[in-house]
């Protein structure tokens, strides 16, 4: 027998910050004209509404709570513009893994080294992993002999983390990121030539 789907419907989200649903019995009501008041919350609730506002919860750790009238919509712009401002500062270090075979050819390790300082300069660390099929793992000396080759060609722009690892039939190897130097330092060290220029 043919059963109609039911559509269920969200239920309403339930601003717990704002107005009624602010669930403390006083707060610091600040209103848009500077003035601040220790208000019982049905009181300050109330008077954010004769001004045409909602009263909204913005600190609620405070003691007692902080609490501010204002539009509800305009306060919820703001905060998605702090959230995509603080994403836009905030880097998330990520690994990034480049596979080679024992026998890999020169133009193919260029290649993944060109690869591989791109992930480092942009602040993430990078796997190099070397694997292992069939006879090949008779030769391991020559996969660990390729990571540490890697590692050291990525001297300026990374360091390893410990020695290479064998695991099963892949050997890796970590390089993280150098610390960018500060530009007060590359001034420093800039500094006595111009002395000597002027001098000279």
Do not use: C
Request: net charge positive; glycine share 6%.
């Amino acid at each position: 027998m043919f059963r109609p789907r039911r559509h269920f419907r969200p239920r309403p989200r339930i601003r717990e910050n704002v107005n009624e649903n602010i669930r403390v019995r006083e707060v610091r009501a600040v209103f848009p004209d500077g003035t601040v008041e220790i208000l019982p919350t049905h009181v300050a609730v109330r008077k954010a509404k004769d001004m045409g506002l909602d009263l909204i919860l913005v600190s609620p750790t405070a003691s007692p709570p902080v609490a501010k009238a204002m539009d509800y919509g305009q306060w919820q712009y703001e905060q998605k513009k702090k959230q995509s401002e603080a994403k836009k500062k905030q880097h998330v270090i990520q690994v990034k893994e480049l596979k080679f075979r024992p026998n890999t050819d020169d133009h193919d390790y260029e290649f993944k080294k060109k690869h591989a300082i791109r992930f480092l300069t942009e602040g993430n660390r990078v796997k190099a992993v070397v694997q292992f099929r069939g006879r090949e793992l008779a030769h391991v000396d020559l996969g660990k002999k390729l990571l540490l080759r890697f590692a050291d060609d990525l001297a300026e722009y990374g360091e390893i983390e410990g020695q290479p690892r064998l695991e099963g039939r892949r050997a890796h190897l970590i390089i993280s990121p150098l610390k960018v130097k500060k530009k007060s330092e590359k001034k420093q060290a800039e500094a006595p030539s111009s002395g000597q220029q002027q001098g000279s």
